[in-house]
């Protein structure tokens, strides 16, 4: 390419100043403010710049109605939110990189009150006083658990977290070498321990752990014995753990406290949902753990916090902590945290009102209608490049609870057309494809196909007035 052509392509680029009389550009300045719009038309003109001095064809990359979809392109992605919507149809229900629970009407109700507004945050009413913004969710979560004082951070890990530094620092914490768990995302409960400053006692081996393990590792340093819900695996075969009413007396008798992590946590018996058994925070207190740990965005579905209740003096203590400060909730969790534990105050409708339950207890009957009244559609959309089939499938409850336990659910199969391995490598084009959805579709793959697990697929109607959009060009081609 010689520098003369090159010369004459950029003098046909039109200059920004006159792109913005365009009237489509005009329009979207309007919509998105000049400042943005000048900067969406210099960054497009640098990109023609560039391809211009590759080769492309000034002419072709400067019509007008090209420029101006880059144009608005730009300005869409540069104003779009930055969370979006998507379906989570992976089959893990509380999905960590998806954010976990939806929230309860009643909480987002709440949370958009509390935004709006000035609130009591800390300022007590009736007094005109400072007040404290634990007291909002204190006595909530005391009914709900038996516990006789509480306090709430920003996460399950920051409690452990702030737990340890307050009780344990340059001490020692007694945990059984069975639990010393990695939930994932990097939170590891060794690694958490030293960052909170308290030093690590294993005691038993991988498998068993007995009482006498740990009798014998009490010391004049002890600072307490921890016990940590092995959220994300099971042990099976050869294995023993120390039941927790021991445990509880052990350190009763030694006059130190009893911590439980409960990872999940629950205020109310899942049997009663027909879901498996998993402790609350009520029985583990009541077997005589002294403070309890638990998340908010876990089963129990509110938003991201972490709740610590249990003894008074302990808790006043933790309290006290300054990094209580810097680990503290905002007013938008409080107000959400505090709708979503009124709800658990009338058990009986809790399966309608808390999203979480009501996905884990979809009947089975019901989910297997939903997908096969979706199924054509989404075969339509698919235009023969792919089958579709509903078939039977495990969901997990994810997020750590309940690790082995699978719900049995229903999938959409999508299966590459052709089939062998041309099928295998296709089918991330699939997967691909239904994620460039307006509104991602996310499934999961398994032995070369696609699985729409249609469980938590709540927005039925939503889900299939987008299909049309469903982009499929890639896949014709090859
Ligand atoms: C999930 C989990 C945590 C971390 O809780 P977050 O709320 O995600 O911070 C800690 N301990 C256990 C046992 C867990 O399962």
Redesign the pocket.
């Known amino acids: 390419m010689t520098a003369t052509r090159a010369r004459g392509g950029y003098h046909t680029l039109p200059s920004v100043d006159r792109i913005l009389n365009w009237r489509a550009v005009r329009d979207l300045s309007s919509v998105y403010g000049s400042t943005a719009s000048v900067d969406a038309i210099r960054t497009a003109l640098d990109e023609i710049r560039k391809r211009i001095s590759a080769g492309d064809n000034a002419t072709d990359l400067c019509e007008p109605n090209t420029l101006t979809r880059d144009i608005s392109d730009r300005l869409a992605e540069r104003f779009a939110p930055a969370l979006r919507p998507v379906f989570n149809l992976t089959g893990t229900v509380i999905h960590t990189n998806l954010g976990r629970a939806p929230l309860a009407a009643e909480a987002i109700t709440d949370i958009a009150a509390a935004a709006a507004s000035p609130t009591n945050l800390e300022f007590d009413i009736a007094s005109g006083r400072r007040g404290d913004r634990d007291v909002h969710l204190e006595n909530q979560i005391c009914r709900l658990t038996g516990a006789a004082a509480a306090s709430v951070v920003n ?4 409690a ?1 977290l702030l737990v340890l530094n307050t009780l344990a620092r340059r001490k020692e914490v007694i945990v059984s070498r069975g639990e010393l ?1 990695e ?1 994932g995302g990097a ?1 590891r409960i060794p690694e958490i321990m030293q960052r909170a400053g308290a030093k690590l006692h294993e005691v038993g081996t991988t498998n068993r752990t007995h009482l006498k393990d740990f009798a014998d590792a009490i010391s004049t340093k002890t600072a307490l014995v921890m016990k ?2 092995t ?1 994300n695996y099971e042990m099976r075969g050869f294995t023993k753990v120390v039941p927790e009413p021991e445990l509880a007396k052990l350190a009763r008798e030694h006059d130190r406290p009893f911590v439980v ?1 409960l ?2 946590g629950m205020l109310v018996d899942l049997e009663d949902f027909g879901l498996p058994h998993e402790r609350t925070a009520r029985e583990t207190l009541a077997d005589g753990a002294d403070l309890v740990t638990f ?1 908010g ?2 089963l129990l579905g509110g938003p ?1 916090a ?1 709740i610590i209740a249990g003894r008074a003096d302990l808790i006043a203590k933790i309290k006290r902590n300054p990094m209580k400060r810097a680990l503290r909730l905002d007013k938008l969790v409080i107000a959400g945290l505090s709708a979503t534990l009124r709800l658990y105050e009338d058990p009986d409708r809790l399966r309608e009102r808390i999203p979480v339950l009501r996905l884990l207890t979809q009947p089975k009957a019901e989910i297997a209608a939903r997908a096969e009244r979706i199924r054509p559609a989404v075969a339509k959309s698919l235009a023969g490049l792919a089958s579709v089939e509903t078939t039977p499938c495990k969901s997990q409850i994810g ?2 609870a309940l690790p082995v336990d699978l719900l049995p659910s229903v999938a959409l199969l999508i299966r590459p057309a052709g089939g062998g391995k041309l099928g295998g490598r296709k089918v991330g084009a699939f997967a691909a494809a239904f994620r460039a959805l307006p509104t991602p579709v996310i499934g999961r793959i398994a032995d070369g196909a696609l699985l729409l697990d249609i469980r938590c697929l709540e927005d039925e109607v939503g889900f299939l007035a987008q299909l049309g959009a469903l982009d499929l060009t890639g896949l014709r081609a090859s």
């Open positions: 996460n399950n890990a920051a452990v768990v939930i939170f940590v819900h959220s992590d990872g999940s998340s965005d876990k991201q972490g997020s750590g």
